[in-house]
Structures are given as C-alpha cells and as structure tokens.
C-alpha cells in the first residue's frame, strides 16, 4: 500500500490509519480539535445563515446595478475568500473564511438568475435555468472528487488554493464574454 496523508491539516499523522485490508487510508478530521460542536457550526451555521442573508443583498444589488460586472465581483470575492482559506492557521481563521466564502458565493445565482431570465424568452427560460442549476450540483460533485485527489496528492490547503486560482482566472473570463442583456419588464 502506498502512503497518502490525508489529515485536515496534515500537521498530525496519528489521525490516519491504513486500512490493510483495502489499502485505504482511514482519517479523522483533525484541524485545531475541531471535532463535534465545532465542526457541526463550521459545516452548517457558519455559511448557511451567511449565504442566504447576503443573497437577498445581492438580489436588490441584481435588480439595480450592471450584473455582469456584479457576478464578476462576486466571483473574485468568493475566489480569494476560498484562496483565503488555504491559509488559515487555526479554527476560527477557517470559520471567518468561510463566512467570507459565503458572502462571495451569494452573489452567484441573483446575478445569474436575472441575466438568463433576460437572455431567454419564458419558453425557454426553464430549460435555461434548469440547465445553469444542474452545472452547480456537477460541479460540487466534482469538487469532492477532484477536491479530495488534490488531497490526497498534495494537502487540503492546495484544494483552496486550486479552487481560488480557478475562479479568478474566470473572472475575465465572466467579465468580457458576458454581455448585459437588457432587462426585460413584463416577462
């Protein structure tokens, strides 16, 4: 079996085990003691009340300024917010990250949403949306196993530190192949 550290941080190679009989590590999360109550704030709480409080922000935001350049925006905050996180040296470091993270990341779907419902005509403004909401759930598919190989070959920082770099070499990407439609009154 090869040997792969797979500890969030890896600062501690106790937390890992190799499974013998599979040659699979076997790891706990680890990172700062960060276990139970902690743990349970920073996976829900921390960005599920964030992420929807600042996502009524960024809709009034959507109905009143240029969304492309807002998306943009929102991307590169969310980008370095994420990059941000490979950093972090103990919980709470993680913990203001990710409410960063969210901030950024609420802006996405108002921006976009308002975008494709003005892109498209109501025939086809649901296939239109059902495709743009199917790409986000491939995507946080992917980011677990992407995300974990990147683990699994480098650390858990690089996967920020990945994730980061992609979403800001989107940010042209975003900013000069988008173009803002007009907004539509009564559709």
């Given amino acids: ?3 792969h550290e797979i500890v969030f941080p890896p600062s501690d ?3 890992c085990s190799q499974d013998s ?3 699979s590590q076997v790891c706990k999360w680890g990172h700062d003691g960060a276990v139970g109550i902690k743990y349970q704030i920073l996976a829900g709480p921390v960005f599920n009340n964030i992420y929807p409080l600042a996502g009524v922000f960024m809709g009034i935001l959507a109905d009143r300024f240029n969304r492309k350049i807002l998306l943009g925006l929102s991307l590169l905050f969310w980008s370095i917010a994420t990059g941000l996180t490979g950093f972090a040296q103990n919980y709470w470091m993680v913990v203001l990250f990710r409410m960063l993270l969210a901030i950024g990341a609420a802006g996405c779907s108002p921006f976009a949403v308002s975008i494709l419902s003005d892109y498209f005509p109501p025939e ?3 296939t239109a949306l059902s495709i743009y909401y199917w790409g986000i759930y491939i ?3 992917l ?3 992407i995300g ?3 683990n699994i070959v480098l650390n858990w920082r690089w996967v ?3 994730s980061g770099i992609m979403g800001i070499v989107l940010v042209p990407v975003v900013l000069f192949t988008i173009k803002e439609p007009e907004r539509k009154k009564n559709s």
Wanted: glycine fraction near 12%; hydrophobic fraction near 30%; proline fraction near 0%.
């Fill in 1 to 3: 079996c090869e040997e």
């Fill in 13 to 15: 190679s106790g937390n």
């Fill in 21 to 23: 009989e599979n040659c």
């Fill in 124 to 126: 086809f403004r649901g």
């Fill in 139 to 141: 995507g946080y598919s």
């Fill in 143 to 145: 980011a677990y196993a």
């Fill in 148 to 150: 974990n190989s990147i």
């Fill in 160 to 162: 920020f530190f990945i």
